[in-house]
């Protein structure tokens, strides 16, 4: 079947009413600027649902600063090439004011899932993320939705929001594709030139040293991030935001090691801040 791509609401509606037809429906929320990592979820969707529908939508409702949302990449057109080379059924592409007719008044609200890592530096970062993904799942009504453990504080708010919302849509996590040197793989890489580009793995390089300091059977926090910071090149165009290592469910800072934790950063590379994390497992 050709891609179909579509840019409102009642459109979405009216391709996706026939559910005996299009069988397991599966979801891939984006923000487009598509990369090998996206592809491994729409691949991913691909196999397990019939009917696969992929979102492209830089939501402004999740952006906490304006200079960020405006360079944010936005190649429609290769999106929507790599989407229908993946076998993707539809692609929901709508416009800011489709979305948001009016600043919406009723919204998600995130609790102690966002309190931490990126949720205190990007003040209403997850509710906006929540608020979009929720209203994507009304519009779609997936059986499925496919979310990269890359942003696994995200990928924890909405298994939370699913759980406390009763939504009846199942949570499929997919694992985080990396480049050779173990960078993740992000829109916003595209914004790191040449030099920065060499630097930019040091945050990975920093994750690992913490997984390979609790598989070594180091268990006090404190140490563990103080290691991982030293891995980290002293650069000025290097700062580090955060480095945390936290409950795998609820997101939490733990100061002791006692099952598996994630750990997670967010790096600043000249002006673009990355995001990472493991899974740290014990011996
Ligand atoms: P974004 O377009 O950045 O909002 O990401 C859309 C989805 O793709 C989210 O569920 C991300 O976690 C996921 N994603 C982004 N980068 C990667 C990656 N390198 N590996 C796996 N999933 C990713």
């Given at each position: 079947?050709?891609?179909?791509?579509?840019?409102?609401?009642?459109?979405?509606?009216?391709?996706?009413?026939?559910?005996?037809?299009?069988?397991?429906?599966?979801?891939?929320?984006?923000?487009?600027?598509?990369?090998?990592?996206?592809?491994?979820?729409?691949?991913?969707?691909?196999?397990?649902?019939?009917?696969?529908?992929?979102?492209?939508?830089?939501?402004?409702?999740?952006?906490?600063?304006?200079?960020?949302?405006?360079?944010?990449?936005?190649?429609?057109?290769?999106?929507?090439?790599?989407c229908e080379q993946l076998g993707a059924e539809l692609v929901f592409a709508p416009a800011p004011e489709e979305i948001y007719p009016e600043p919406?008044?009723?919204?998600?609200?995130?609790?102690?899932?966002?309190?931490?890592?990126?949720?205190?530096?990007?003040?209403?970062?997850?509710?906006?993320?929540?608020?979009?993904?929720?209203?994507?799942?009304?519009?779609?009504?997936?059986d499925v939705a496919y979310f990269g453990e890359k942003d696994a504080q995200q990928l924890a708010i909405i298994r939370r929001m699913v759980a406390?919302?009763?939504?009846?849509?199942?949570?499929?996590?997919?694992?985080?594709?990396?480049?050779?040197?173990?960078?993740?793989?992000?829109?916003?890489?595209?914004?790191?030139?040449?030099?920065?580009?060499?630097?930019?793995?040091?945050?990975?390089?920093?994750?690992?040293?913490?997984?390979?300091?609790?598989?070594?059977?180091?268990?006090?926090?404190?140490?563990?991030?103080?290691?991982?910071?030293?891995?980290?090149?002293?650069?000025?165009?290097?700062?580090?935001?955060?480095?945390?290592?936290?409950?795998?469910?609820?997101?939490?800072?733990?100061?002791?090691?006692?099952?598996?934790?994630?750990?997670?950063?967010?790096?600043?590379?000249?002006?673009?801040?990355?995001?990472?994390?493991?899974l740290c497992t014990p011996p």
């Amino acid at each position: 079947m050709p891609l179909r791509v579509v840019q409102t609401i009642d459109e979405v509606r009216a391709a996706l009413a026939d559910r005996a037809r299009l069988g397991t429906i599966g979801l891939v929320p984006t923000m487009g600027a598509l990369h090998a990592g996206h592809a491994r979820l729409i691949e991913r969707a691909v196999k397990d649902c019939r009917t696969v529908v992929v979102s492209i939508f830089v939501n402004p409702l999740q952006f906490d600063r304006a200079d960020d949302l405006a360079r944010y990449p936005r190649p429609l057109q290769a999106d929507l090439s790599l989407c229908e080379q993946l076998g993707a059924e539809l692609v929901f592409a709508p416009a800011p004011e489709e979305i948001y007719p009016e600043p919406p008044d009723v919204t998600v609200h995130v609790g102690e899932t966002a309190k931490h890592l990126c949720g205190a530096f990007r003040p209403g970062h997850f509710d906006g993320v929540a608020t979009v993904v929720l209203k994507l799942f009304h519009i779609v009504q997936p059986d499925v939705a496919y979310f990269g453990e890359k942003d696994a504080q995200q990928l924890a708010i909405i298994r939370r929001m699913v759980a406390d919302l009763n939504l009846s849509v199942r949570i499929a996590p997919v694992e985080t594709v990396r480049e050779p040197d173990g960078l993740a793989l992000s829109s916003r890489n595209q914004h790191l030139g040449p030099a920065e580009r060499a630097l930019a793995p040091a945050l990975f390089k920093a994750l690992c040293a913490v997984r390979d300091g609790v598989a070594g059977g180091t268990t006090e926090a404190a140490a563990l991030k103080r290691d991982a910071v030293e891995a980290i090149p002293s650069d000025e165009r290097l700062r580090l935001e955060y480095l945390e290592l936290v409950d795998p469910r609820t997101f939490q800072p733990v100061a002791a090691v006692t099952g598996p934790v994630i750990a997670a950063g967010a790096l600043w590379v000249g002006s673009t801040r990355l995001i990472d994390n493991v899974l740290c497992t014990p011996p």
